[in-house]
Nanobody, 121 residues
C-alpha cells in the first residue's frame, strides 16, 4: 500500500528558509496532483499549495503566495515546497497528500504523517 513521507521541517528564525520534500512509497508521483497542507495547534487544516501533473499548474494560498514555491521532479519522484521569508504564523505541521484529481479536489488517496515547521527567534 502506498504512502507519502514528508521531510525537511525544523526550527528556523523569522525571515529564514526551509525546503520540504514529499516522497511516495509504493507508487510514482508523475500522474498525481500533490497538495501541501498545514495545521497549527488549535487551528483548522489549511491548504497551502498544490501542483498538478499534466499540464503542470500550481496553486498558492494568499497567506504564502510570493514566499512559497512548489515544484516537482518526476525523475526523483519528489515534490518540493520551497519556503522563504518564513514568519512565526507559518509554524505548523505540514502534510502532503496525493490526488488523481485537480488541485484542492478534496479527494486524496494518500497522505503523509507530516513534518513540523517552527518559526521562532
Amino acid at each position: 500500500q502506498g504512502q507519502l513521507v514528508e521531510s525537511g521541517g525544523g526550527l528556523v528564525q523569522p525571515g529564514g528558509s526551509l525546503i520540504l520534500s514529499c516522497v511516495p512509497s509504493g507508487f510514482t508521483l508523475d500522474s498525481w496532483s500533490i497538495d501541501w497542507f498545514r495545521q497549527a495547534p488549535g487551528k483548522e487544516r489549511e491548504g497551502v499549495s498544490c501542483i498538478t501533473s499534466d499540464p503542470e499548474t500550481t496553486y498558492y494560498s494568499g497567506s504564502v503566495k510570493g514566499r512559497f514555491t512548489i515544484s516537482r521532479d518526476n525523475a526523483k519522484n519528489t515534490v518540493y515546497l520551497h519556503m522563504n521569508n518564513l514568519k512565526p504564523e507559518d509554524t505548523a505541521i505540514y502534510f502532503c497528500a496525493a490526488s488523481r484529481d485537480s488541485c484542492l479536489s478534496g479527494i486524496y488517496t494518500y497522505w503523509g504523517r507530516g513534518t513540523q515547521v517552527t518559526v521562532s527567534s
